[in-house]
């Protein structure tokens, strides 16, 4: 349990750290409305899609080791499950369904990280639920199944806009298989488009495993590799990538011991391949693992983006100091100007022809201290509220864009910026932000440095207790 208990300390920190420091911060700039923590601090999550009777359900089934997914022909489930562990009574062993709540229940429990699928509406409620198995599977993660893609049936029918709402739960999973069925090799338009939309591609490569499942259906391996062959054309097509993704080659026997024998096929390929589940549930119950990946991620990202945004406040109060400075120094310059035209002037053209110089400069100076007052009060005011709007119309000088990352990174803010500044009128406390912005860059440039090294030491780090000598891997509490 050594390593689990590593990547269970590790994701606490990476909670604690994005909790205690970047949330805080997030939320105080409008950057977001709830704790950024708040979609990331639930277990592991596994989404299992692809086409109807592609085998979701029932490779679901043979992972738990129970039939608690209902399986068959043509399309059959169309709810999205989320199936997470739930402890049974001391009595029981057998493997089942412990408890079954709606979508209602989980869309709005705050322990729960679906709050924000609530807006795909009453229809995707209503097709959405959660069962709590006591199977051992579950332990470390919670796996979703979904409704079969259907790559003739529009949005319309199916009442909420499915493409929408994977997404998001692709957003939310740490690890994504997509199931294809020798019958259906080539369909995988909805299960792409929803998945390249929402994934940035860095993130797809990583948290996506294609699984081709029934493999039992081939009626030889030559069939085999014919789908397989059908299956890696389609998907370099839609990847448009060149090499072969790994595909993972599968089936379910409790389903396959259901089908009818047919004298004419030659499955003796199988037993070659059967070693590939078990591949395939170890690469799943990697998902803890991939969380913590997705943390980092997470770090990184928004550690990057708030830190954007609070650069450009910083940039904006910058340039209201350098514009105050300017302008108070024009305005001693010109005050004294006028001190010393006005005493000129009056001097010259008689009402003080005859005073002493101290008192002339003495006038003088009261009338620059005037003018001064003037320029530094209501003349001010109305220009730097030409400073403020004028900023505004051009916030995109207020941050060196040099980058596809940092133009990346300020397209997500740039509006947040208008909105904050726009709302507190350029008035706000800029020794604090600036305080804000050091800490946050600290978060996103160090921690996620710390992360990934962290993470880095993962794979080699073995399943069972450590030596006593053994060296403590790093901890991010004693890096940041
Ligand atoms: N021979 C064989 N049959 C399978 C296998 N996996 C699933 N089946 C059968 O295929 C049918 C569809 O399986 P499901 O698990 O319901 O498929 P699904 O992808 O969940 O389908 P939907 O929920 O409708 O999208 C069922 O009748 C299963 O018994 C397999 O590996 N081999
Ligand atoms: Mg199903």
Redo the contacts with the bound molecule.
């Keep these: 349990m050594h390593r689990d208990n590593y990547i269970n300390s590790l994701r606490n920190e990476l909670l604690a750290m994005v909790g205690n420091q970047l949330s805080p911060t997030a939320m105080r700039y409008g950057y977001s409305d709830v704790p950024l923590e708040t979609n990331i601090k639930w277990r592991p999550l596994v989404l299992v899609l ?10 679901i089934n043979e992972f738990l080791g129970a039939d608690i ?9 169309d709810s999205f499950t989320v199936i997470t562990h739930g402890d049974p009574p001391p009595s029981e062993e057998r493997v089942q369904t412990l408890e079954e709540r709606d979508g209602k229940f989980l869309l709005n429990d705050p322990e729960y990280p679906f709050e924000m699928l609530k807006k795909h509406g009453q229809s995707f409620s209503a097709h959405f639920r959660l069962k709590k198995v006591n199977s051992p599977f579950l332990k470390t993660l919670a796996i979703i ?1 979904t ?2 893609m259907l790559d003739s049936i529009t949005e319309r029918d199916r009442g909420y806009n499915y493409q929408e709402v994977v997404g998001d739960l692709a957003q939310l999973a740490d690890l994504i298989l997509v ?1 294809f069925d020798p019958h259906k090799a080539g369909t995988v338009r909805e299960a792409h488009i929803s998945l390249r939309d929402t994934l940035p591609s860095r993130t797809f490569e990583d948290r996506v495993l294609f699984v081709l ?2 493999i ?2 081939c009626t030889s391996l030559t069939d085999l590799i014919r789908v397989y062959g059908t299956l890696c054309w389609n998907l370099s097509q839609i990847t448009g990538r060149k090499d072969i993704p790994m595909i993972h080659l599968t ?2 026997p409790r ?2 011991e ?2 009818e024998p047919e004298n004419n096929r030659d499955t003796s390929y199988l037993p070659h391949l059967e070693n590939q589940r078990d591949r395939l549930k170890q690469s799943v119950l990697e998902a803890p693992r991939h969380r913590l990946d997705h943390l980092a991620t997470f770090v990184e990202t928004h550690g990057e983006r708030l830190s954007h945004l609070l650069e450009a406040l910083v940039g904006y109060r910058k340039g209201l100091r350098r514009f105050r400075w300017r302008y108070s120094l024009l305005s001693i310059l010109l005050s004294l100007v006028c001190g010393g035209a006005v005493v000129g002037g009056l001097t010259a053209y008689g009402p003080l022809a005859g005073f002493d110089m101290p008192m002339l400069v003495g006038i003088g100076a009261g009338i620059a201290s005037l003018v001064l007052l003037l320029l530094m009060t209501v003349f001010m005011k109305f220009f730097a509220g030409r400073y403020h709007r004028k900023t505004l119309k051009r916030l995109d000088q207020l941050t060196p864009l040099e980058n596809q990352n940092r133009r990346d990174s300020w397209q997500a803010v740039r509006d947040l910026v208008f909105t904050y500044l726009q709302k507190t009128e350029g008035k706000f406390p800029g020794k604090e932000v600036k305080g804000d912005y050091l800490e946050t860059v600290k978060v996103y440039e160090k921690g996620a440095k710390e992360i990934r090294e962290a993470l880095s030491g993962l794979p080699s780090m073995l399943n069972d207790a450590p030596s006593p000598d053994a060296p403590h891997p790093p901890t991010l509490k004693q890096v940041i």
């Design positions: 692809g086409n109807y009777s592609s085998g979701k359900s029932a490779l997914q209902i399986t068959g022909q043509a399309p059959t489930d199944d409704p079969g199931l499942n029934r039992d259906e089936y379910s389903a396959a259901n089908m």
